[in-house]
């Protein structure tokens, strides 16, 4: 079940998407997956680079938006937090620092809770943090419960200037994209229908998700979450300010190759 087999269902000029169905291979039978029909409470599970996934999700399902919330300190509790946001909170955020129980948010509240409450499917980010799209970071463990979940990922063809924001400041970052002459944007689902077989036992269906989610981006995952984007960012507005200190100062990474070490994903 891989992203590489996928023909694309349509092709539009720049700034559009390439939208592509993940395909299911069996011998010498190739069947492709229908087309993304969600219901109220389904959840949508894609990876994050930047503000234009939020529009393309927003036209496409009209979804509640929903980020986890990450423990730095790893306190113990029967379900993490997560955040509920609206199409214009959500835009906001994808420009800000991830949330962590350090900067407690308000209104937080479980991804079981918001399912009970909500009438709209739901998109999750479950890496808790934007990426440069060229790996898959970690998955924070959010999923508790047994729920219908489809999966996307977001990954972008471009000349010169690289639409994902992963760092720097935010206000630079849009003027630049807003002038790139050329970005598209490949968009890859994967059908509930076809999600079927994968047991829901909480980290373990989720990193079964994590994998499929790397192999529709053509990619693998990496062993880096939240708190590495917090001490990166950290460490790259240090730098831009003129400082001088070293990473180790912000990070507690015992090594630099730590920050690139592959898992098996």
């Known amino acids: 079940m891989c992203a590489s087999n996928a023909s694309p269902i349509s092709l539009y000029r720049s700034h559009s998407p390439i939208y592509r169905p993940a395909s ?7 069947t492709q997956s229908t087309p993304i029909q969600t219901a109220p409470k389904d959840l949508i599970l894609c990876n994050h680079t930047n503000f234009f996934e939020i529009l393309y999700l927003a036209k496409r399902f009209s979804p509640h938006f929903v980020i986890p919330i990450y423990d730095a300190k790893k306190e113990s509790q029967s379900e993490p937090l997560v955040k509920g946001y609206n199409l214009i909170q959500a835009i906001y955020q994808s420009l800000r620092i991830p949330l962590n129980c350090q900067r407690k948010a308000s209104k937080s509240h479980t991804l079981t ?7 709209k499917p739901i998109v999750l980010f479950p890496e808790g943090a934007r990426s440069n799209g060229q790996s898959v970071l970690t998955f924070l463990p959010v999923l508790k419960e047994p729920t219908r979940v489809h999966l996307m990922s977001f990954r972008y063809d471009y000349h010169y200037l690289s639409p994902s924001f992963s760092a720097g400041s935010a206000w630079k970052y849009l003027i630049k ?4 002459v050329y970005h598209q944007l ?8 076809h ?3 994968i047991k829901h036992q909480a980290d373990a269906g989720l990193q079964q998700y994590r994998k ?4 529709m981006l053509r ?3 990496v062993d880096l979450n939240v708190e590495d984007f917090c001490s990166f960012n950290a460490y790259w507005n240090h730098i831009s300010r003129g400082g001088k200190s070293s990473a ?10 730590e920050h690139a070490r592959w898992n098996e994903s």
């Open 24 to 30: 299911k291979t069996k011998g010498n039978a190739s």
């Open 113 to 119: 809770q918001i399912l009970q409450k909500t009438s």
């Open 177 to 180: 994209v807003s002038f790139a």
């Open 186 to 193: 490949h968009v890859t689902y994967l059908n509930a229908d």
């Open 195 to 197: 999600l079927s077989h």
């Open 212 to 215: 499929l989610v790397a192999s």
């Open 219 to 221: 990619t693998k995952g």
């Open 248 to 257: 180790a100062t912000f990070t507690s990474r015992k090594a630099p190759h």
